[in-house]
């Protein structure tokens, strides 16, 4: 099975700033890669995939990169509602598999 | 639209089978794989099972291949997942979901709210 590590689970910041959200594959995926947040109360949100492409109604500020094993979710200029839970998942292959997630946090 | 209503969810003893449902509306449904992901009390996302568009094939992890049953009704606009020799590690809240692209099995494009499932004596 691929592993798909998020290196922090925590990542704390204030609105304005800039902060970036790794997640790293144990085999190449290629950009067979998506990225969802979650907040308390609401479905879970598809923000980003095969690695860059923005969803439908995502916010600009929100971007991806990376190919292969190492993937970025950048989130520029940090808006209130910007705060949750954030997860990546790989679809190179199955099972698909999720990363534990990221807990973006008021600083 | 898109919205994607879980049911059946509840309190059930090990060994003992649970079927749930997803009522999907806002798109053709006929036209798109569909799946189940769960999440175990303060853990993360597990892919559970995917159907094709047509019903014809179907994918499982090991952790459930076996004793999960995915289906589906186009003509209803229903999701099925029919859980048996229930564990206590099966214990989470099941989305439904709906894959990104018409007839692709990609990534999980729409996300219902879950339904809780409770294995437990």
């Known amino acids: 099975d691929v592993q798909m590590t998020q290196s922090l689970s925590h990542v704390a910041a204030s609105p304005g700033e800039s902060v970036s959200i790794s997640c790293k594959a144990s085999k190449s995926i290629s950009n067979f890669l998506a990225w969802y947040q979650q907040k308390p109360g609401e479905p879970y949100k598809l923000l980003i995939y095969?690695?860059?492409t923005l969803q439908s109604g995502t916010p600009a500020r929100f971007s991806g990169s990376g190919s292969g094993t190492d993937f970025t979710l950048t989130i520029g200029s940090l808006e209130p509602e910007d705060f949750g839970l954030y997860y990546c998942q790989q679809f190179h292959e199955k099972p698909f598999t999720f990363g534990a997630g990221t807990r973006l946090e008021l600083k | 639209e898109v919205q994607l209503v879980e049911s059946g969810g509840g309190l059930v003893q090990p060994g003992r089978s649970l079927k749930l449902s997803c009522a999907a509306s806002g798109f053709t449904f006929s036209n798109y794989y569909m799946s189940w992901v769960r999440q175990a009390p303060k853990k993360g996302l597990e892919w559970v099972a995917t159907?094709?568009?047509?019903?014809?094939?179907?994918y499982y992890p090991d952790s459930v291949k076996g004793r999960f049953i995915i289906s589906r009704d186009n003509a209803k606009s229903r999701l099925y997942l029919q859980m048996n020799s229930l564990k206590s590690e099966d214990t989470a809240t099941y989305y439904c979901?709906?894959?990104?692209?018409?007839?692709?099995?990609?990534?999980?494009?729409?996300w219902g709210q879950g339904t809780l499932v409770t294995v437990s004596s």
């Open positions: 159907i094709s568009t047509s019903g014809s094939r179907t």
């Open positions: 979901a709906r894959q990104g692209q018409i007839g692709y099995n990609d990534w999980f494009a729409y």
């Open positions: 095969s690695g860059s």
